[in-house]
């Protein structure tokens, strides 16, 4: 899943300061010996590029005799680019995959097994819905390496001038959309929130929020929830608060990217990523300082809105040629010390939320108050099929918004769900899905 995450050139004070302790012994111990490489495949800004230098360099010299060879990759074709890699003789050894794909390369046996060495790596401390995103059939193949999770990015200036505040729930915050409309009625193209029609993350939530969920497995197969009495409630919020935006009906948040929206200076709200702020204010730099940011409201004030929490998780090779070398590498950037150090510098939430309350990011901070309440997908190496185009959720939101009720559109996209999360297994033997994080 694409990301844009921004990035800072903060160094690293020290590999003390970086290593747990499980892995600094692993590391004093290492003895010099062949010369050995440790291939690691990351994503394009993941991890700032300083740091990752650095870090290479003083892994190596805690390891004596090994070169680490890191091959930067894109987001667009990595799932097919990823298979091919992990089943030939050349696999990498560590790999970085997204949340919604581990299972995908687990079912298949191309990930090692580490759950083992789940309790050393601190896995009762993860995120609980990044934990199980990378669990399969009760074994733990991802290690969290980063979460992000949407948040409202609003005009601090127009609510002040209103005299409004950051909504408390979702009926509040529909009258706040309301009064923003009725504030600047006069002003051609204004938009109280822009709200793209086929943005199925957000709706995932409002789902989430009503008890709903996109579908669930019964022992035997997966059931589609899409037409039932919470997903036709979210479906009906979704569409009165679209009714406040001009964007397209029948496109997501990349087309346009609604960053790009947000610059021109005429959105008063919009629901994205924290580092989308400064994506507008780069192309907009009147916008500096005007933009703030609160969690997704919840059906009630006690409670955050349910967000959908992507980011990555890191693994080892099931090919891999060097893999306790492996085991360190991940231990080190998935540990406190480096998690920190990374969501202070990409603005992302770190593995663990605790850490999260330490960083002085704006961000950060409103995400982690949402996250105890987040989720993925549901947990099964065939999702990736489901977000293959046509997108049945996609679908599902174009036809509510453009007339059709919610109980038909979402039988109709229930029928497209369950085909392909019903399909063949995968050739990995006897699976048993998982549903996602309650």
């Known amino acids: 899943m694409p990301r844009r995450l921004r990035h800072a050139a903060a160094l690293l004070a020290g590999l003390l300061l970086l290593l747990t302790p499980a892995t600094a012994a692993n590391a004093a111990a290492t003895p010099a010996g062949p010369a050995r490489e440790l291939t690691v495949w990351l994503m394009w800004g993941s991890v700032p590029q300083p740091e990752l230098e650095r870090l290479t360099v003083e892994f190596e010299q805690t390891h004596p005799g090994v070169t680490v060879n890191v091959r930067m990759q894109g987001w667009p074709g990595i799932d097919e680019r990823l298979e091919a890699a992990l089943n030939s003789d050349e696999a990498p050894d560590v790999v970085e995959t997204g949340t919604t794909t581990t299972p995908y390369f687990a079912a298949r046996g191309l990930l090692k097994d580490l759950s083992d060495q789940s309790g050393p790596l601190g896995a009762q401390e993860w995120i609980p819905s990044l934990r199980e995103s990378g669990n399969w059939q009760g074994r733990q193949y991802g290690v969290p390496l ?12 127009l609510f002040e001038e209103a005299g409004l505040t950051p909504p408390r729930d979702q009926r509040e915050w529909l009258r706040t959309t309301r ?27 409002f789902l989430h929020d009503r008890g709903g969920r996109i579908a669930q497995y019964d022992g035997a197969r997966w059931r589609g929830g899409l037409s039932t009495r919470p997903a036709a409630e979210a479906l009906e919020y979704y569409r009165a608060l679209q009714s406040f935006s001009q964007a397209p009906k029948d496109q997501d948040e990349a087309h346009p990217f609604q960053y790009e929206v947000l610059a021109k200076g005429q959105v008063a709200q919009m629901i994205g990523l924290p580092w989308e702020v400064a994506d507008a204010e780069r192309i907009n730099p009147e916008l500096r300082g005007k933009l703030g940011m609160f969690p997704v409201p919840g059906t009630s004030a006690d409670r955050p809105g349910s967000v959908f929490l992507g980011g990555s998780h890191l693994a080892v090779a099931g090919r891999a040629r060097q893999p306790a ?6 231990a080190l950037l998935t540990g406190p010390a480096f998690q920190q150090r990374l969501a202070t510098a990409n603005g992302v939430l770190p593995n663990r939320l605790a850490l999260a309350q330490a960083i002085d990011d704006p961000g950060v901070r409103v995400q982690a ?14 999702w990736p099929t489901v977000e293959a185009a046509p997108n049945p959720l996609k679908t599902l939101l174009t ?23 019903n399909a063949a297994a995968p050739p990995a033997g006897n699976t048993t899905p998982q549903s996602t994080h309650p």
Do not use: C, M
């Not at 504030?183 to 109280?192: I, L």
């Not at 108050?369 to 065939?382: E, F």
């Not at 036809?399 to 392909?420: C, F, I, K, Y």
């Open 325 to 330: 070398l492996a085991a360190d590498w991940v």
């Open 179 to 205: 009064a923003l409309s009725r504030a600047h009625r006069a002003e051609p193209g204004f938009q109280p929130v822009y709200l793209p029609g086929q943005n199925w993350y957000v709706l995932s939530g």
């Open 369 to 382: 108050q949402a996250a105890a309440n987040g989720h993925t997908t549901p947990v099964d190496p065939r």
């Open 146 to 157: 980063y979460a992000a999770s949407r948040v409202v990015i609003y005009r601090k200036d």
């Open 399 to 421: 036809d509510v918004l453009t007339g059709r009720s919610p109980r038909a559109a979402g039988h109709r996209a229930d029928t497209v769900l369950e085909e392909r999360l």
